[in-house]
């Protein structure tokens, strides 16, 4: 069974069946791949040719995809994290048939692809991992040979399918784990059906609170009318008791 996902709240504190949202262009995998656009369309300009090789539009469109995919992806798994999936696949897949458009290169012009054990793989690598953003990048191009180019695009591509496997891994226990959008959604919806029930039972509570402050109220109300009443009681009996007992003027006070 799933487990309820994270949900998100605005302001307010009402809840959100959006997913927290991925600053894709904050990713290293997408600025390694935007990275292997630009190198790609140089690669292309200067070593093959502009007519008559379909090769060229593959390469250009296969970087492309890379890119463009990672950042759909991303940005569709705030609402989709099946359409983040797929299109992060197609991401992936894009990346390694740039790969193997870059080696078939070497390949066919007889030059080396690089590996371990090698002082100049050794220095491509470590540039590679330390380095991610095209700035890092732009100067060094064109000063690279296309053997040189290939064996950089090559290194890169390893480094973005790592990545993205690893990311695409996290997404899919993700998926498993929380479920989607509709997950989300009915999570979402009974939890702000069950803040409404406790702002409602808050609500009843306080108003029994102040039937009772009011009962009691109108009880010491009651009692202070009764005390005035035994006052007023009292009173009168006194002044009644006072005017019966006031002496009364003899007659031949009165005759005089």
Not at 127 to 152: G, I, T, W
Not at 216 to 224: H, P
């Amino acid at each position: 069974m799933p487990v309820p996902p994270n949900i998100r709240h605005y302001a307010d504190g009402t809840a959100s069946v959006l997913r927290k949202p991925v600053v894709y262009t904050a990713l290293r995998f997408y600025q390694r791949s935007d990275v292997l656009y630009q190198l790609t369309r140089l690669f292309c300009q200067r070593y093959l040719p502009s007519h008559g090789d379909r090769t060229v539009d593959q390469m250009v469109q296969a970087a492309r995809s890379t890119k463009q995919n990672i950042a759909e992806g991303c940005s569709d798994g705030q609402t989709s994290m099946e359409s983040e999936l797929k299109l992060l696949g197609v991401a992936r897949g894009s990346n390694k048939e740039l790969q193997e458009d870059y080696q078939d290169y070497l390949k066919r012009c007889g030059k080396h692809e690089w590996f371990g054990n090698n002082e100049r793989f050794d220095r491509l690598h470590t540039f590679c991992k330390e380095h991610s953003k095209y700035e890092d990048y732009r100067d060094l191009l064109p000063k690279l040979d296309d053997e040189e180019l290939a064996n950089m695009a090559i290194c890169l591509c390893h480094q973005v399918d790592a990545a993205l496997t690893k990311y695409i891994e996290q997404r899919d226990r993700e998926f498993t784990t929380e479920g989607g959008i509709r997950e989300r959604m009915t999570a979402a919806r009974l939890e702000q059906r069950q803040t409404q029930k406790e702002i409602i039972n808050g609500q009843e509570a306080t108003i029994n609170e102040l039937k009772a402050t009011i009962s009691q109220q109108e009880a010491t109300i009651n009692e202070l009318k009764a005390t005035i009443s035994r006052q007023e009681a009292m009173i009168k009996e006194l002044e009644e008791r006072t005017k019966d007992t006031s002496p009364q003027p003899s007659p031949e006070g009165r005759e005089s």
